[in-house]
Nanobody
Framework: QVQVVESGGGLVQPGGSLRLSCAAS????????MGWYRQAPGKQREWVAL???????NYADSVKGRFAISRDDAKNTVYLQMDSLKPEDTAAYYC???????????WGQGTQVTVSL
C-alpha cells in the first residue's frame, strides 16, 4: 500500500495563496492520473485538480484559472498551487490517484485550508 501525507494548509485571507504538497511513501510514476480532492463540512469529497503522467491537467470549473497542479514523480510528490483563494475554497484537501485507490493508495489525513478574514 502507498501512504500519502498532505501538508501546506493553513489560514489565509481571501485573495491569498497557498501551496499544498502531497508526499507518497512509494512510487507514483506508474499511476497515470494523480489528483487533489477537497471536502467541505457537510459536503461530499470532490476532485478539484488532476495531472497525468504526460503533463496534462484538468480542473474543476470552480478552481479553473486559480489553481495549478503539478507532479514530480522522481520525488513521489504532487503539488497544488492555489491563488486568488475564496472563502468557498475552505475545506480539507486530500490527494490520491484518480480514480482513488489505484495501487492501493490510502487516503491521508488531509490538510485543512481555511479562507477567511
Amino acid at each position: 500500500q502507498v501512504q500519502v501525507v498532505e501538508s501546506g494548509g493553513g489560514l489565509v485571507q481571501p485573495g491569498g495563496s497557498l501551496r499544498l504538497s502531497c508526499a507518497a511513501s512509494g512510487s507514483i510514476s506508474s499511476i497515470n492520473i494523480m489528483g487533489w480532492y477537497r471536502q467541505a463540512p457537510g459536503k461530499q469529497r470532490e476532485w478539484v485538480a488532476l495531472a497525468d503522467r504526460g503533463g496534462s491537467t484538468n480542473y474543476a470549473d470552480s478552481v479553473k484559472g486559480r489553481f495549478a497542479i503539478s507532479r514530480d514523480d522522481a520525488k513521489n510528490t504532487v503539488y497544488l498551487q492555489m491563488d486568488s483563494l475564496k472563502p468557498e475554497d475552505t475545506a480539507a484537501y486530500y490527494c490520491n490517484s484518480f480514480p482513488p485507490g489505484v495501487l492501493h493508495i490510502n487516503w491521508g489525513q488531509g490538510t485543512q485550508v481555511t479562507v477567511s478574514l
